[in-house]
């Protein structure tokens, strides 16, 4: 079996690229391919809460339910901004695209590096949730855990490599079956607390938990501003569809948009209704068990339902990370066209997915896996702080938007470098809600930062900063290549001549050999074999078969080079350097390289890789051209 039949098996028949729109989403798929991150956030963002708030006592987790309110307030802006996002740039992009127009190269590579970083963490926290609620249930599974996550991570590239459409398929049942499941849950448990249809009530439980030490009145405050910023964690995941725009079916931006408020409305009711009522059934945060699953056994007593929202529970926190493996090769796909990334991450694979981005994803989450030991507690404080930054950028750079709007006359457009923008009679109101917005952001950012640093988030701190930095150098990278290769200005006399001398490296006397000899002749009356002579009786081999075929060689120049050592590539390179900086010094020269090719992977497994590791080095000498004579064998 070939490898091009192996990836036909795996991945599936290429799609001719006429196929794009027909492989695009529509709304169901794309709200379970973009929405599984914010949605799966609800099975613990109440959680983060109230974990904050139960270190001043029982009493303060009152302060749950307002708390999940004032988010649930930012999540409205937050969305609003990114559906003027979407409405405004439907070529996608989001926060990278907006802050590029608006703010600046430097503000844009910061939001993109933070998005990237933040995608990578997606796929590693949602894997390793997934996984421990996994081990949770099976717990001789837990010594495992390491493994299953890789597992996991395997699968999920391999589905995303197969297409968008199918994986939105794949992943359809899990995330509307978790949806379906908590408001039933919810609905059951507001059926309870309301008395409607005869239910009991809900069984409240009793709890007087201390404060973890006296509070102060700054002390107060910052725990609810901690409070509020770790229940923040229900944002995450809300620009993916901003980023993925082209990838909805037409008309893409009204689609997108459409989905994005769909989305919106699903996530915050899920996290305003499980806060309510962990409110009023007063749960408190435990290790052994989540909030979700606490109320979930509260409401209905366990059975069928508490163990399908447990099931598809855990579905979906792995599921989530599919939101990472949309917008992570999306927005390299951006950079890379930018010049920020390697411009082969812009390039689709046979499915008509960023293959290269799909798989830099799944190597980079794979390392943070294994490097956290698949412990998404440990990752967690790095978590969230990407998207935070992104939030902020990307507002404030749609209330710069707006600004801009402002100053045009009714009915009048411009184009701004990016997108084209018209004239808005509600600009002004649209201009605050994101001002208010990155504002509270921007703050978010600041708590989440300062209490999370000694935690491990000083890593994302000190990476982002980095990644601008690889940015900036991959662009200065192809800047001066660009110059390099630029004609303005050429002459022919700048172009180097061609030495009418060819080299042919040679190792034995056989068909492959002969046949690179037989073409170096054909294009050059100097051609020179070189022949590394470690050992003396193979030395006599080689120039008695050497003799057999005089037609072939009473005219090519033998150069038999004595070498004591075993590394005969070293004497070569020096020999086609001295020919090159020496003899035709500002001169092309040219080195045929005859290589037998097996037919199979294996064959080449079996055979010594001294072709391929010359002409890595060959790479290194400049005025070298090398041309390969391939000879193929079989096996």
Same mark, same amino acid.
């Given at each position: 079996?070939?490898?091009?039949?192996?990836?036909?098996?795996?991945?599936?028949?290429?799609?001719?690229?006429?196929?794009?729109?027909?492989?695009?989403?529509?709304?169901?798929?794309?709200?379970?391919?973009?929405?599984?991150?914010?949605?799966?956030?609800?099975?613990?963002?109440?959680?983060?809460?109230?974990?904050?708030?139960?270190?001043?006592?029982?009493?303060?987790?009152?302060?749950?339910?307002?708390?999940?309110?004032?988010?649930?307030?930012?999540?409205?802006?937050?969305?609003?901004?990114?559906?003027?996002?979407?409405?405004?740039?439907?070529?996608?992009?989001?926060?990278?695209?907006?802050?590029?127009?608006?703010?600046?190269?430097?503000?844009?590579?910061?939001?993109?590096?933070?998005?990237?970083?933040?995608?990578?963490?997606?796929?590693?926290?949602?894997?390793?949730?997934?996984?421990?609620?996994?081990?949770?249930?099976?717990?001789?599974?837990?010594?495992?855990?390491?493994?299953?996550?890789?597992?996991?991570?395997?699968?999920?590239?391999?589905?995303?490599?197969?297409?968008?459409?199918?994986?939105?398929?794949?992943?359809?049942?899990?995330?509307?079956?978790?949806?379906?499941?908590?408001?039933?849950?919810?609905?059951?448990?507001?059926?309870?607390?309301?008395?409607?249809?005869?239910?009991?009530?809900?069984?409240?439980?009793?709890?007087?938990?201390?404060?973890?030490?006296?509070?102060?009145?700054?002390?107060?405050?910052?725990?609810?501003?901690?409070?509020?910023?770790?229940?923040?964690?229900?944002?995450?995941?809300?620009?993916?569809?901003?980023?993925?725009?082209?990838?909805?079916?037409?008309?893409?931006?009204?689609?997108?948009?459409?989905?994005?408020?769909?989305?919106?409305?699903? +996530? =915050? @009711?899920?996290? #305003?209704? *499980?806060? !309510?009522? &962990?409110?009023?059934?007063?749960? /408190? $945060?435990?290790?052994?068990?989540?909030?979700?699953?606490?109320?979930?056994?509260?409401?209905?007593?366990?059975?069928?339902?508490?163990?399908?929202?447990?099931?598809?529970?855990?579905?979906?926190?792995?599921?989530?990370?599919?939101?990472?493996?949309?917008?992570?090769?999306?927005?390299?796909?951006?950079?890379?066209?930018?010049?920020?990334?390697?411009?082969?991450?812009?390039?689709?694979?046979?499915?008509?997915?960023?293959?290269?981005?799909?798989?830099?994803?799944? +190597? =980079? @989450?794979?390392? #943070?896996? *294994?490097? !956290?030991? &698949?412990?998404?507690?440990?990752? /967690? $404080?790095?978590?969230?702080?990407?998207?935070?930054?992104?939030?902020?950028?990307?507002?404030?750079?749609?209330?710069?938007?707006?600004?801009?709007?402002?100053?045009?006359?009714?009915?009048?457009?411009?184009?701004?470098?990016?997108?084209?923008?018209?004239?808005?009679?509600?600009?002004?109101?649209?201009?605050?809600?994101?001002?208010?917005?990155?504002?509270?952001?921007?703050?978010?950012?600041?708590?989440?930062?300062?209490?999370?640093?000694?935690?491990?988030?000083?890593?994302?701190?000190?990476?982002?900063?980095?990644?601008?930095?690889?940015?900036?150098?991959?662009?200065?990278?192809?800047?001066?290549?660009?110059?390099?290769?630029?004609?303005?200005?050429?002459?022919?006399?700048?172009?180097?001549?061609?030495?009418?001398?060819?080299?042919?490296?040679?190792?034995?006397?056989?068909?492959?050999?002969?046949?690179?000899?037989?073409?170096?002749?054909?294009?050059?009356?100097?051609?020179?074999?070189?022949?590394?002579?470690?050992?003396?009786?193979?030395?006599?081999?080689?120039?008695?078969?050497?003799?057999?075929?005089?037609?072939?060689?009473?005219?090519?120049?033998?150069?038999?080079?004595?070498?004591?050592?075993?590394?005969?590539?070293?004497?070569?390179?020096?020999?086609?350097?001295?020919?090159?900086?020496?003899?035709?010094?500002?001169?092309?020269?040219?080195?045929?390289?005859?290589?037998?090719?097996?037919?199979?992977?294996?064959?080449?497994?079996?055979?010594?890789?001294?072709?391929?590791?010359?002409?890595?080095?060959?790479?290194?000498?400049?005025?070298?051209?090398?041309?390969?004579?391939?000879?193929?064998?079989?096996?």
């Amino acid at each position: 079996m070939t490898i091009t039949s192996l990836k036909r098996k795996l991945i599936g028949e290429p799609f001719p690229t006429r196929d794009d729109v027909h492989e695009r989403l529509d709304k169901k798929r794309a709200l379970a391919v973009f929405a599984s991150d914010p949605i799966s956030s609800n099975a613990y963002a109440t959680e983060a809460i109230m974990s904050v708030l139960i270190l001043m006592g029982s009493a303060a987790l009152a302060l749950t339910l307002p708390l999940g309110i004032g988010i649930a307030l930012l999540v409205l802006f937050v969305i609003f901004s990114y559906t003027q996002t979407i409405l405004h740039y439907p070529e996608g992009g989001g926060a990278y695209m907006v802050a590029k127009d608006n703010l600046g190269t430097m503000p844009s590579l910061f939001a993109a590096s933070a998005l990237l970083l933040d995608y990578i963490l997606t796929v590693s926290v949602s894997v390793s949730a997934g996984i421990r609620a996994i081990t949770s249930a099976i717990p001789a599974a837990f010594e495992y855990r390491l493994v299953l996550a890789l597992l996991a991570i395997v699968l999920l590239t391999w589905v995303n490599l197969r297409g968008a459409r199918e994986s939105g398929t794949i992943f359809a049942i899990p995330t509307y079956a978790f949806v379906g499941g908590v408001l039933v849950v919810i609905g059951m448990g507001m059926a309870k607390y309301l008395g409607l249809f005869g239910a009991a009530p809900l069984v409240v439980e009793v709890h007087d938990v201390a404060a973890a030490r006296p509070l102060t009145s700054f002390l107060t405050i910052w725990l609810i501003l901690r409070a509020f910023a770790a229940g923040c964690t229900a944002l995450t995941g809300i620009e993916a569809i901003s980023d993925g725009v082209k990838a909805f079916k037409h008309p893409e931006a009204r689609n997108a948009a459409q989905t994005m408020v769909v989305m919106g409305i699903i +996530a =915050m @009711s899920l996290f #305003l209704g *499980i806060t !309510f009522l &962990a409110t009023q059934l007063n749960l /408190l $945060p435990s290790e052994e068990e989540s909030i979700l699953s606490q109320m979930t056994r509260s409401i209905t007593g366990g059975g069928p339902v508490y163990y399908w929202v447990q099931f598809f529970t855990m579905m979906i926190l792995i599921l989530a990370a599919n939101t990472g493996y949309q917008d992570f090769p999306r927005l390299s796909s951006f950079l890379a066209r930018d010049g920020f990334m390697p411009r082969w991450m812009q390039n689709r694979g046979d499915r008509l997915v960023y293959n290269g981005g799909i798989i830099v994803l799944a +190597a =980079m @989450s794979a390392l #943070l896996v *294994i490097a !956290f030991d &698949a412990n998404e507690i440990a990752m /967690l $404080p790095l978590y969230a702080l990407g998207v935070m930054l992104s939030f902020t950028l990307s507002q404030f750079g749609m209330s710069r938007l707006m600004g801009k709007i402002g100053h045009l006359k009714p009915g009048s457009s411009v184009f701004t470098g990016v997108t084209t923008i018209h004239y808005e009679p509600g600009w002004r109101w649209k201009q605050s809600v994101n001002v208010i917005g990155a504002t509270v952001t921007g703050i978010v950012l600041i708590v989440l930062t300062v209490t999370k640093f000694a935690e491990g988030a000083w890593l994302i701190v000190v990476a982002i900063p980095l990644l601008v930095y690889m940015l900036r150098s991959i662009q200065h990278h192809y800047v001066s290549i660009r110059q390099a290769l630029s004609t303005q200005d050429l002459t022919l006399d700048m172009l180097h001549e061609i030495a009418d001398v060819v080299v042919v490296p040679m190792a034995d006397i056989h068909r492959g050999t002969l046949r690179a000899l037989r073409y170096a002749r054909r294009i050059s009356r100097d051609v020179r074999a070189v022949y590394i002579a470690t050992d003396e009786q193979q030395k006599e081999r080689f120039m008695v078969r050497w003799q057999r075929f005089p037609e072939m060689t009473d005219d090519v120049t033998l150069q038999c080079i004595e070498y004591e050592y075993r590394d005969i590539l070293t004497p070569l390179v020096d020999y086609i350097d001295e020919v090159s900086h020496k003899e035709f010094p500002d001169r092309l020269i040219t080195v045929v390289i005859p290589e037998f090719v097996p037919e199979s992977f294996t064959g080449h497994l079996l055979h010594n890789q001294t072709a391929n590791i010359l002409r890595v080095r060959l790479r290194n000498l400049q005025n070298v051209v090398v041309i390969d004579v391939p000879f193929h064998v079989p096996g």
